[in-house]
């Protein structure tokens, strides 16, 4: 099974900087995929941002943006200019591709609690 | 925008009953899936569902679980006989495609008392 480990169990930041959530993960998978979830109080999980593995290009989404670095399977999430409404968990998730013998299910990371101080 | 919706939002069990969770994925899409998140913990894959059958279960989907796609557009998840330790909140998600993201409900919370 694919290991996702996210190492800081919670940050904060003051509102309007920028703060960077650590990812990393364990395969032996050449082509996989990468996300992000927000998971605010309400509970729901929100896709943030989405990166393939094959692709070198660093995925942004506004304000979000992460940093894959495929050698070193790391997959950090950028908040800038972050705003009261950043705060919530966030998970990291791995998945497969659908040929994979190792199944299509999406593995989390524990979660980063982010406050943001206003 | 279409979404993936879950009944109902919460529900009370005592210990030993049975529940149906009910979800309602996204109309084109083909994988479907339940997680459980213990209050506070980590999001814990049970079961994935693909082409009117599992796909993958993980060690906790057990004889106690099971699930339905009963009618081509919901897909809900039975719980026999329930436990103290299945009080979660229960999350139902869809994807499209083989790498495509996880489309999710709103979740269910279960309490078993």
């Known amino acids: 099974a694919q290991t996702v480990t996210q190492s800081q169990p919670e940050m904060s930041v003051q509102e309007a900087e920028t703060v960077t959530l650590s990812c990393t993960y364990d395969?032996?998978?050449?082509?996989?995929?990468l996300f992000w979830y927000k998971q605010p109080p309400s509970r729901q999980m929100i896709l943030v941002i989405r990166q393939e593995a094959y692709k070198q290009q660093n995925a942004t989404e506004n304000r979000f943006s992460v940093n894959f670095q495929k050698a070193a399977k790391s997959f950090s999430l950028k908040i800038s200019d972050s705003q009261l409404g950043d705060a919530a968990m966030y998970f990291c998730a791995y998945r497969s591709p659908y040929l994979s013998n190792t199944g299509n299910q999406f593995y989390f990371g524990t979660g980063t609690s982010l406050t943001v101080i206003p | 925008e279409p979404e993936v919706t879950q009944t109902p939002s919460h529900q009370v069990t005592q210990m030993g009953q049975e529940v149906i969770l009910r979800c309602v994925p996204i109309s084109n899409h083909l994988y479907f899936y339940w997680y459980r998140q213990i209050l506070g913990q980590k999001v814990e894959f049970l079961v994935s569902?693909?082409?009117?059958?599992?796909?993958?279960k993980s060690e906790i989907f057990d004889d106690q679980f099971s699930v339905e796609r009963p009618d081509g557009s919901n897909f809900t998840l039975k719980i026999r006989s329930t436990k103290l330790e299945d009080s979660a909140m229960y999350f139902c998600?869809?994807?499209?495609?083989?790498?495509?993201?996880?489309?999710f409900g709103q979740g269910t919370r279960l309490t078993v008392v």
């Open positions: 569902f693909y082409n009117n059958e599992i796909s993958e």
């Open positions: 998600a869809s994807t499209r495609g083989g790498g495509t993201e996880a489309f």
């Open positions: 395969t032996s998978e050449s082509d996989y995929y």
